[in-house]
Nanobody
Framework: QVQLVESGGGLVQAGGSLRLSCAAS????????IAWYRQAPGKQREMLAA???????NYADSVKGRFTISRDIGKNTVYLQMNSLKLEDTAVYYC?????????WGQGTQVTVSS
C-alpha cells in the first residue's frame, strides 16, 4: 500500500507561482513513477507532468516551460513548481503513484487562479 498526501494548493493571482508537494509513504519501494494530474470542473482529468524512479521527466504541452516536476528522494516527496499561472490552470491537482500492479491517488489539492 502507498499513501499520497498533496499540499501547497491555494489561491493565486494570474502570473503568480505555487509549489505543490506530494508526500508518499508506505510501500514506496514499489513505485515506478509519480505524476501530477489535474481536473477542472466539467473536464477530464489530464496528466501534467511525470517523473520516473530513474529521474526521467515528461510534460504535457499545456504546461511545458511553465511547470517543473522534481523530487526529494530522502523525503519521498515529489514537487510541482508552477509558474506563470493562468486562469485556465484552476483545477484540483492530484498526485498519482504508478506501481507494477496498481495506481494510487492522493486526495487532491485545489488551485485557484484569479484575475
Amino acid at each position: 500500500q502507498v499513501q499520497l498526501v498533496e499540499s501547497g494548493g491555494g489561491l493565486v493571482q494570474a502570473g503568480g507561482s505555487l509549489r505543490l508537494s506530494c508526500a508518499a509513504s508506505g510501500s514506496t519501494f514499489t513505485i515506478n513513477g509519480i505524476a501530477w494530474y489535474r481536473q477542472a470542473p466539467g473536464k477530464q482529468r489530464e496528466m501534467l507532468a511525470a517523473i520516473s524512479n530513474l529521474g526521467g521527466t515528461n510534460y504535457a504541452d499545456s504546461v511545458k516551460g511553465r511547470f517543473t516536476i522534481s523530487r526529494d528522494i530522502g523525503k519521498n516527496t515529489v514537487y510541482l513548481q508552477m509558474n506563470s499561472l493562468k486562469l485556465e490552470d484552476t483545477a484540483v491537482y492530484y498526485c498519482n503513484a504508478h506501481t507494477i500492479s496498481i495506481d494510487y491517488w492522493g486526495q487532491g489539492t485545489q488551485v485557484t487562479v484569479s484575475s
